[in-house]
């Protein structure tokens, strides 16, 4: 009688694209619970927290503004139903753009895995950072703050909100939450991951920050000032990916990098040093939302200051080893020519490169490589 041999075949190994796919599928099916839950009343009351902003206030019409009542908001305890939901939209539009758009020209452009991941990173932000700093700008038209900068501190504190400014802040919170679990979907590398933890712990942080001291009139300039800067830098290195001859994305970027970081720090002091400081209000009180007090201005000036060094720090950093790599490059051409003597070995050393030594090209031939092999 035979026996039969066990299968040491080993389990097939699922893919990124489906993995990616098969979590976005779980996450679509979550969000839509919620969506059907408005058409039952019985589940109706719980799902309009998720889905829906809270803490509305009808403020009566005046004689001075327009003849309808204005619908403000304020925030509170809810809020975190409201982030909850939204950060499952925005995993769900992660993975679209990610299969529809950036997979696809991953696959013409056959990057390696190191420029694969980044070119992924620069494409997911790039997207976000357009969208963000377009819908702030259109915010801040419609408000009158390039108009009038007083706003900035005019009549703190801001705990009232429109729905456009509201609905602005929680879409924000949602998606630097929702950065957690792609860092699992995404597979990033190990070393990776306390890169993408600090930038984006300090975004939700200053986000968080400006929403809850009632500061979103500051927070959404320096925003959108923030989310430009970065947008130029990620929509250079995604031409760099496609051509390396690009650089002059990053030359404007390191110039815009640097006015980035003094208008925040102006805008800061001006809004937080002067505007605030010279208040009458300057009383703590949490029922009003005013938080103007000495030592909430010097903790608000001083997480900014330290950010914006901290930034400035990895940015000398950055330029540093660009011009380290640059010059390692131009090296080589530098040098001067093999004198040519006469011999077999002289000759030999002229074909294998400069002074004798492989060059990229020479190495990589099917000769060589021929040879290295018997």
């Known amino acids: 009688m035979a026996i039969r041999k066990k299968s040491t075949k080993s389990p097939p190994v699922l893919s990124h694209e489906f993995v990616l796919q098969n979590h976005a599928d779980i996450v679509s099916c979550v969000a839509m619970v919620f969506l ?5 009343e019985i589940t109706a009351k719980a799902s309009i927290i998720f889905v829906t902003l809270q803490y509305n206030v009808t403020l009566p019409a005046t004689e001075e503004q327009a ?3 204005a619908s403000l908001y304020y925030y509170g305890i809810k809020d975190l139903a409201t982030v909850f939901f939204y950060m499952l939209v925005a995993i769900i539009i992660h993975a679209v753009i ?3 758009m950036l997979d696809k020209i991953n696959r013409r452009m056959h990057f390696s895995k190191t420029k694969h991941s980044k070119f992924n990173e620069s494409g997911q932000l790039s997207a976000f950072y357009l969208f963000a700093c377009v819908w702030g700008t259109f915010i801040l038209i419609s408000e009158n703050y390039i108009s009038d900068p007083t706003i900035l501190w005019r009549a ?3 705990n009232l ?3 456009q400014m509201k609905f602005f802040y929680i879409s924000q919170l949602a998606y630097w939450l929702h950065a957690f679990p792609e860092l699992y979907f995404q597979k990033t590398k190990k070393e990776d991951i306390p890169r993408q ?3 984006i712990g300090l975004y939700l942080f200053h986000i968080a920050g400006a929403y809850l001291l009632n500061l979103n009139h500051l927070g959404l300039v320096l925003l959108v000032l923030h989310y430009f800067v970065e947008f130029l830098f990620h929509i250079s290195r995604l031409f760099y990916f496609s051509n390396e001859k690009y650089q002059k994305g990053f030359s404007l970027w390191a110039v815009l990098f640097v006015l980035g970081r003094l208008l925040t720090l102006i805008l800061s002091v001006l809004t937080v ?8 209000n300057q009383k703590l009180d949490f029922s009003t939302g005013n938080f103007n007090v000495l030592a909430v201005r010097i903790a608000v000036l001083a997480s900014i200051c330290i950010t914006q060094a901290f930034m400035m720090w990895k940015f000398i950093n950055f330029q540093l080893r660009r011009w380290r790599e640059h010059s390692a490059f131009q090296a080589p051409a530098v040098k001067k020519k093999p004198t040519v003597t006469k011999g077999r070995s ?8 400069v002074n004798g030594t492989l060059t990229s090209n020479v190495a990589d031939s099917p000769r060589n490589k021929k040879e290295k092999s018997s």
């Open 273 to 280: 040093g002067f505007g605030l400081a010279r208040a009458e």
């Open 98 to 100: 990610q299969e529809y």
């Open 197 to 199: 933890l600090v930038y």
């Open 67 to 69: 003849t309808e009542s």
């Open 36 to 40: 059907l839950g408005l058409m039952f």
């Open 161 to 163: 909100m429109t729905f």
């Open 346 to 353: 002289s000759k030999k050393g002229t074909e294998n490169g």
């Open 156 to 158: 703190y504190p801001h």
